[in-house]
């Protein structure tokens, strides 16, 4: 099982409220003062303050490194996402 608060950079997460395309499995494309998520239905990308996104997280669904995340079209693995140094 894994932890509520034990998120990283491209887990797949659920959050308490779907998205308006029904669905509710959010990729996280950064983790820092803000947080952006990237809707795993439609691709719609979301930025939300970290405060604002601990309060509406409701699990963590898939690891990065679980194989199954890279099934979604929209998924981007973690090797691909830009990184500040
Ligand atoms: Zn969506």
Not at 19 to 36: K, M, S, T, V, Y
Not at 45 to 71: E, G, H, P, Y
């Amino acid at each position: 099982m894994i932890n509520k608060a034990d998120y990283a950079l491209a887990d797949t997460v659920m959050m308490k409220k779907r998205h308006a395309c029904q669905a509710n499995d959010w990729e996280i494309l950064r983790l820092g003062a803000d947080i952006r998520l990237k809707c795993m239905g439609c691709g719609h990308i979301m930025l939300m303050s970290r405060a604002d996104f601990n309060q509406r997280l409701k699990k963590v669904l898939i690891k990065q490194d679980d194989l199954t995340a890279r099934r979604s079209q929209h998924y981007v693995p973690v090797s691909e996402i830009a990184q500040p140094n």
